[in-house]
């Protein structure tokens, strides 16, 4: 298997995202005041990172105001 480097150059891509996708980008623009681009970004870097924590057998937990915990579940 090639190895990736660290930090490749930026690319282009061209994708059809389904209407909740739509939805959520636009609602995280408004709310977060980045563009579509850094929102997708943030989006991508965030599921890489879920995902080296689930392949190293780490959980993803949200802890409410309260305290209590739940287990978040990624299909």
């Known amino acids: ?6 930090h490749p150059e930026s690319e282009r891509y061209s994708v059809t995202l389904c209407p909740p996708a739509v939805t ?7 709310a977060t005041g980045v563009s579509k681009a850094d929102v997708i970004n943030r989006a991508v870097l965030l599921l890489g990172f879920v995902e ?14 309260a305290g209590s915990l739940e287990r978040v ?3």
């Not at 298997?1 to 660290?6: F, G, I, S, T």
């Not at 959520?24 to 408004?30: G, S």
């Not at 057998?57 to 105001?65: F, K, P, Q, T, V």
């Open 1 to 6: 298997m090639d190895q990736l480097p660290a």
């Open 24 to 30: 959520a980008i636009a609602e995280l623009t408004a």
């Open 52 to 65: 080296g924590e689930r392949a190293k057998g780490s959980d993803l937990m949200i802890r409410d105001s």
């Open 73 to 75: 579940h990624i299909l």
